[in-house]
């Protein structure tokens, strides 16, 4: 066990040398950077968080200068000579989610067209696109993850081949052209970073052979001719990552920009490619679940009510116990889950068979579910002064609030993990041992 400023950590993975200076590292920019940068986006109007100057994009441009993102990426696709470990990541993930949500999410997303392109591209795809993303620094590249529409959200997320003659007509079709394909339609509003992205993971459905379910993945350059972008959404939480609509009117994506071409999305990329962003966004929750920890507890041990400390009231001390079992267990959870997914994921090595979609789902929920429940009560230890927009808790709650709809609904992820553990559950071969011991 080792003392970190107000917080505690029980060091249950073993923290090497690695993840401890990365640790130290991390959590001293989420202080001096990303806070500060996310609490005056949080005030300022959706138009004036993507001007020029405004501090969304110094925070980012430090996180790559950083290289954090090539932590999460293979010696292949430009990451570090050895890969980083699972609980490096983890940790860094999680520092991320204590600083700010909405900069975790545009760092995560930012991550999604090099993710798509290592593990999908073609070699000149990587040549042209890949490589000077991942060596760039000043923030010339910015990533986005176009998936839901305004007439499909959860549709898109929990799709799965039988359930395509329910899904319709989507509202961005690929319509094949002379090498390569034209896109037309649009994407939901909420599309993380949409408004300040240079190119998109995009998944549109193929008309080829008149099944409009098939899907198209592939990357668009978002300065080519036909893209139109809508004004950032004014939303109640989140609001240090801009969210926007993306319109496509025809624009042509060469053969050469496609990742995966029409065919099912399910389940053997879709599932997958869920389970790391599963995987990676619990880690964040547990950040933002931290935070709203340590500030209950910092302002519970200052503020005297009843003839002392707040901290001296069993029904405080409850609260704050309940608050720190779950962070506690969430993490846990949230750092296995992540280390087996790295571990399964196909091309990940010779152990590759398939990370795990009800578990990659049960720690998303499980970790977005304590952010949300220890974010509401780290406000009533507050009391009135946890309604403050000066609160952080405040700010906290709503990001929490906003982060159960976020990459899918509580509800239609455990609906996906259901799915899952009902047809393919016999006795659990992935024990939490298993999953902490591996790497
Ligand atoms: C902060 C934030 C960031 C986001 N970032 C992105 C992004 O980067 N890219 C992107 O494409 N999208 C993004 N989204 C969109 C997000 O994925 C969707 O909002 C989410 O999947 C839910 O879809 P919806 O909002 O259309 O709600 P709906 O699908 O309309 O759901 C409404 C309600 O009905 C329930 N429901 C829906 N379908 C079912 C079902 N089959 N069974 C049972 N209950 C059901 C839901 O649980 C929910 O309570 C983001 C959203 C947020 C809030």
Same mark, same amino acid.
């Given at each position: 066990?080792?003392?970190? &400023?107000?917080?505690?950590?029980?060091?249950?993975?073993?923290?090497? /040398?690695?993840?401890?200076?990365?640790? /130290?590292?991390?959590?001293?920019?989420?202080?001096?950077?990303?806070?500060?940068?996310?609490?005056?986006?949080?005030?300022?109007?959706?138009?004036?968080?993507?001007?020029?100057?405004?501090?969304?994009? &110094?925070?980012?441009?430090?996180?790559?200068?950083?290289?954090?993102?090539?932590?999460?990426?293979?010696?292949?696709?430009?990451?570090?000579?050895?890969?980083?470990?699972?609980?490096?990541?983890?940790?860094?993930?999680? /520092?991320? &989610?204590?600083?700010? +949500?909405?900069?975790?999410?545009?760092?995560?997303?930012?991550?999604?067209?090099?993710?798509?392109?290592?593990?999908?591209?073609?070699?000149?795809?990587? @040549?042209?696109?890949?490589?000077?993303?991942? =060596? @760039?620094?000043?923030?010339?590249?910015?990533?986005?993850?176009?998936?839901?529409?305004?007439?499909?959200?959860?549709?898109?997320?929990?799709?799965?081949?039988?359930?395509?003659?329910?899904?319709?007509?989507?509202?961005?079709?690929?319509?094949?052209?002379?090498?390569?394909?034209?896109?037309?339609?649009?994407?939901?509003?909420?599309?993380?970073?949409?408004?300040?992205?240079?190119?998109?993971?995009?998944?549109?459905?193929?008309?080829?052979?008149?099944?409009?379910?098939?899907?198209?993945?592939?990357?668009?350059?978002?300065?080519?001719?036909?893209?139109?972008?809508?004004?950032?959404?004014?939303?109640?939480?989140?609001?240090?990552?801009?969210? &926007? /609509?993306?319109?496509?009117?025809?624009?042509?994506?060469? @053969?050469?920009? #496609?990742?995966?071409?029409?065919?099912?999305?399910?389940?053997?990329?879709?599932?997958? +490619?869920? *389970?790391?962003?599963?995987?990676?966004?619990?880690?964040?929750?547990?950040?933002?679940?931290?935070?709203?920890?340590?500030?209950?507890?910092?302002?519970?041990?200052?503020?005297?009510?009843?003839?002392?400390? +707040?901290?001296?009231?069993?029904?405080?001390?409850?609260?704050?116990?309940?608050?720190?079992?779950?962070?506690?267990?969430?993490?846990?959870?949230?750092?296995?889950?992540?280390?087996?997914?790295?571990?399964?994921?196909?091309?990940?090595?010779? @152990?590759?068979?398939?990370?795990?979609?009800?578990?990659?789902?049960?720690?998303?929920?499980?970790?977005?579910?304590?952010?949300?429940?220890?974010?509401?009560?780290?406000?009533?230890?507050?009391?009135?002064?946890?309604?403050?927009?000066?609160?952080?808790?405040?700010? +906290?709650?709503?990001?929490?609030? *906003?982060?159960?709809?976020? =990459?899918?609904?509580?509800? #239609?992820?455990?609906?996906?993990?259901?799915?899952?553990? #009902?047809?393919?559950?016999?006795?659990?071969?992935?024990?939490?041992?298993?999953?902490?011991?591996?790497?």
């Amino acid at each position: 066990m080792e003392q970190h &400023g107000e917080a505690t950590f029980l060091d249950l993975g073993g923290l090497g /040398e690695q993840e401890r200076v990365l640790r /130290e590292q991390a959590h001293r920019i989420a202080v001096d950077v990303l806070r500060p940068a996310a609490r005056a986006l949080d005030r300022m109007a959706p138009a004036e968080r993507i001007a020029t100057g405004s501090p969304l994009f &110094g925070a980012l441009t430090t996180l790559k200068q950083l290289g954090y993102h090539r932590i999460f990426l293979t010696p292949e696709a430009g990451g570090p000579p050895e890969r980083v470990s699972a609980l490096a990541q983890s940790v860094v993930l999680e /520092e991320l &989610g204590w600083g700010s +949500l909405g900069l975790a999410t545009a760092f995560l997303v930012d991550m999604l067209p090099v993710m798509g392109i290592a593990n999908f591209g073609s070699d000149e795809l990587k @040549d042209e696109l890949m490589v000077p993303w991942v =060596d @760039d620094e000043s923030g010339a590249y910015h990533g986005c993850w176009a998936i839901t529409e305004p007439d499909h959200g959860s549709d898109f997320l929990s799709l799965r081949d039988d359930d395509a003659p329910t899904f319709g007509r989507a509202q961005l079709v690929a319509e094949p052209a002379e090498g390569g394909w034209n896109l037309r339609g649009q994407k939901s509003a909420w599309v993380s970073s949409g408004p300040i992205a240079t190119h998109a993971a995009v998944h549109a459905q193929a008309g080829r052979d008149g099944d409009l379910y098939h899907s198209l993945f592939c990357v668009v350059d978002l300065a080519d001719p036909g893209v139109r972008r809508g004004p950032p959404a004014d939303m109640l939480g989140v609001r240090d990552d801009p969210q &926007g /609509e993306l319109f496509f009117d025809g624009v042509f994506v060469p @053969d050469r920009n #496609v990742l995966v071409p029409p065919g099912p999305l399910y389940p053997a990329f879709g599932d997958q +490619l869920l *389970c790391l962003t599963s995987s990676v966004l619990a880690n964040v929750a547990v950040g933002v679940a931290r935070a709203a920890f340590e500030e209950a507890l910092g302002h519970a041990r200052a503020r005297t009510q009843g003839g002392g400390p +707040l901290t001296g009231h069993k029904n405080i001390q409850l609260t704050l116990y309940s608050m720190f079992e779950k962070v506690e267990s969430a993490r846990t959870y949230a750092r296995a889950v992540l280390a087996h997914t790295n571990a399964h994921l196909p091309g990940a090595g010779p @152990d590759a068979t398939g990370a795990s979609p009800r578990h990659a789902r049960a720690a998303q929920v499980l970790a977005k579910r304590v952010a949300y429940e220890v974010a509401h009560d780290a406000v009533q230890v507050h009391g009135a002064q946890g309604l403050h927009r000066d609160a952080l808790v405040e700010k +906290l709650f709503r990001d929490a609030r *906003c982060l159960i709809i976020e =990459d899918g609904t509580l509800e #239609v992820l455990a609906l996906d993990a259901a799915r899952d553990l #009902v047809a393919n559950y016999e006795h659990d071969v992935y024990d939490l041992e298993e999953m902490l011991s591996r790497e």
